[in-house]
């Protein structure tokens, strides 16, 4: 199963600089966000979006072909 | 010197030119140690009510805390405050940078501006000494100008400048008083007050330290901090700066676009802050955004500031002006469906050079924008084509407001005293509270906000307390932080009961004791931030040596928002002006997660009435009481009331 990973500000930091924050992803069948968070080494509380549809829940399931969004959560003004 | 503070204010009556320095003891500063509730003092005591804003009865106060200028992060801030021109109640305002370090290192806690001058003066403060001089030369020039001239003039370029542009001397109502020529006190207008009082600039300059109490324990707490920040959750902040935050709000719905109609914007992505790191910020272009394209403020080493540098294409920008933060790119953004990043960073080039408020001068754009899609506004009216996402129009009219030109005039004046002026329904379009727009968190999201948003004092402010979701989806990171304040348990999403307004009253206050410390909400805060509760108890003890607590600092909050609403009170504002924009409760947003959110009008009046309780204050007026008052050694200012 094959998803494209975006990640953002200092998220983007666990790809390799060239990557900014983007790559293609082949992840087992069935792999849920929370695999995909502990494949990425990346904490719990970020913000989730995919195929630019917020995602809360991290028991999804993704599909091939899914656009992963992965943000800081964090507050600011 | 005693411990943290000078022990010194300094009174300056423009009118007669002359000054005196007054000396007040250990105890006032305890009590109000600083900031905004030390403001708030001199202006209950020493304006009288109904002052016109830009007359010269109104008192403009430039206050440091009892923390600022020590070796620590988030301290080298500042409150202005005075009646505002925009709103008719409270203005107050707080900003970084070098200037407020500076201004203690000569020997003030605080400047009391009364009265006005006959002709434009500036004020020269080295040392405890202190000079009125001619500034009729530096009338009409941008801050970085007039900044340069007098630097030259005084001959010494370690001066710190802080001053009104152009727009605060034409009293455009949401002008900013800036320093460094990119720092803003940018909300409530007092930059207009500064220019009707003809003072164009303060320029400090001192060689005195700040002699702390416990030099260990601030030297602990700054080492604790330079070592966590890595791994802090400020640590985006710092590097991709506040418009970090542009997809995360994205995300979740709360994203104002089209002027707070939906709470997505399909271009988010050319605007955010991760793209402005790649692309525009100083030193991009190879690789060198991290020394270049961050700035600080005096002793932090979070360096969050923005350094934005354009030098092809239409929009260029000179990096002296700064660069543009979540709410700036989000006003002239989001707002008017623009995608256009160098022509954001243009307008806040403008902002920073001609001295407005970014947040009220791209809202108050964003109202016009819906009003002439809406076909209510013609480019007879404007002159402009204002279609949704025409990035040029929005550059120019930034730059009329601030010249009062043409359209630029009426937009000066704020989009509510536009919108009355010009008739034709156009208050339908409005997104403003007591007459200051709405900053770009959306509280049909993070619903807290909504009821402080509309009792906040000085207008709709999102840095007056914490938001929603440090209570909801993210309490289990921070309940050992927010349990130091007494909220110990997680909300659902999305609620607005007695325990949400709990949450809120109680976070407000810290944040209000913040904003009398002059300490950064980045730095120090009950929850996301570099420093918890208990670090910031132990920040005022250690630079103080006075045996503070917890309950000390919540209740310097509590005092400094009850010397905002009594000062409100007084001008004759009661809850009737704690109103949100009705169509935040008529029109549901669109798109996104937040799709089809509105406000409850039943729901919102019952948590305004909770709020009131919890504050201590009377329900029916939403006006402090006698008895709270007192509670906080404020019966002077009830006496005042005449409860």
């Known amino acids: 199963m094959v998803i494209t990973l975006k990640l953002y500000s200092t998220l983007r930091e666990k790809l390799p600089p060239e990557a900014r924050g983007q790559a293609t992803l082949d992840l087992h069948d069935g792999a849920t966000l929370d695999d995909l968070l502990a494949h990425l080494d990346l904490p719990k509380r970020v913000v989730i979006s995919v195929n630019d549809e917020h995602e809360p829940d991290l028991t999804r399931r993704l599909n091939s072909g899914d656009l992963v969004r992965i943000f800081s959560a964090v507050g600011g003004g | 010197m005693p411990h943290g503070y000078t022990g010194n204010i300094l009174h300056v009556d423009l009118t007669h030119q002359t000054t005196t320095v007054e000396t007040p003891d250990e105890a006032f500063y305890r009590k109000y140690m600083g900031g905004s509730a030390l403001a708030m003092f001199y202006l209950l005591r020493d304006m009288p009510a109904g002052a016109d804003p830009l007359g010269p009865d109104n008192v403009l106060v430039l206050a440091l805390s009892v923390l600022t200028g020590a070796p620590l992060s988030g301290q080298s801030r500042m409150t202005a405050a005075a009646k505002s021109p925009l709103t008719g109640a409270i203005g107050d305002s707080q900003s970084g940078g070098f200037w407020p370090a500076e201004l203690k290192f000569a020997g003030f806690d605080a400047i009391v501006v009364k009265g006005a001058a006959k002709e434009p003066v500036y004020l020269w403060v080295k040392d405890g000494a202190v000079e009125f001089r001619p500034a009729a030369h530096l009338w009409g020039r941008i801050t970085g100008d007039a900044e340069d001239a007098i630097k030259a003039e005084l001959g010494d370029d370690k001066i710190e400048v802080l001053q009104v542009g152009p727009a605060g001397e034409n009293q455009v109502r949401f002008a900013a008083i800036m320093n460094m020529s990119n720092r803003a006190n940018g909300r409530t207008g007092l930059g207009a007050v500064m220019g009707s009082k003809n003072l164009k600039a303060i320029a400090v300059r001192g060689t005195s330290k700040v002699e702390v109490a416990d030099k260990q324990a601030v030297s602990d707490l700054a080492r604790w901090g330079a070592q966590n920040l890595p791994q802090s959750n400020i640590t985006g902040l710092s590097k991709y700066g506040t418009a970090e935050t542009t997809g995360a709000n994205q995300t979740i719905g709360s994203l104002p676009t089209y002027n707070y109609n939906s709470g997505v914007f399909a271009e988010w992505e050319a605007i955010d802050g991760t793209t402005m790191y790649d692309t525009i910020l100083k030193g991009a272009e190879d690789g060198k955004q991290d020394r270049l394209g961050r700035d600080t403020c005096y002793a932090c080493t979070v360096r969050c500031k923005r350094v934005v540098e354009i030098q092809e294409g239409p929009y260029k920008v000179d990096a002296r002006y700064g660069g543009p933060e979540y709410e700036t790119t989000s006003t002239f953004g989001n707002y008017a469906g623009i995608n256009d990043l160098a022509a954001i960073a243009k307008a806040n080039e403008l902002c920073n050079q001609y001295g407005m408020d970014t947040i009220s001068c791209g809202a108050t754009i964003s109202w016009a924008y819906e009003a002439y899609n809406a076909g209510k506004l013609s480019k007879g009216d404007t002159g402009l084509d204002l279609t949704w996402g025409n990035a040029e129009s929005m550059v120019k009219l930034t730059e009329m ?228 008052l007192e509670r906080l050694g404020l019966g002077w200012v009830a006496d005042q009331l005449k409860m």
């Open chain 2, 401 to 628: 407001i601030a010249k009062r030109e043409g359209f630029g005039d009426i937009l000066a004046e704020g989009s509510a005293r536009a919108a009355e002026e010009l008739g034709r329904g156009l208050g339908d379009y409005l997104i403003t509270v007591k007459g200051q727009e709405l900053p770009a968190h959306m509280p049909q999201v993070k619903k807290s906000l909504a009821v402080i948003y509309a009792t906040n004092p000085f207008g709709a402010d999102h840095q007056s307390s914490e938001h929603d979701p440090a209570v909801e989806a993210d309490f289990e990171t921070f309940k050992d932080r927010l349990a130091m304040i007494g909220v110990n348990k997680q909300l659902p999403k999305r609620s607005l009961d007695a325990e949400k307004i709990d949450f809120a009253v109680k976070t407000q206050r810290l944040y209000s004791a913040l904003d009398s410390l002059n300490l950064c909400q980045f730095v120090f805060g009950p929850a996301w931030q570099l420093y918890g509760p208990d670090q910031t108890v132990e920040t005022v003890r250690a630079i103080t040596g006075w045996d503070v607590t917890i309950d000390e600092i919540q209740e310097l909050g509590e005092r400094r928002l009850n010397m905002l609403r009594a000062f409100n009170a007084r001008e004759g504002l009661d809850r009737k002006e704690d109103k949100l924009p009705a169509k935040l409760f008529k029109k549901a947003l669109k798109g996104g997660a937040s799709d089809g959110f509105k406000l409850d009008e039943d729901e919102f009046e019952a948590a305004l009435d909770t709020y009131y309780e919890q504050s201590g204050w009377d329900v029916e007026t939403g006006n402090p009481s006698r008895p709270t």
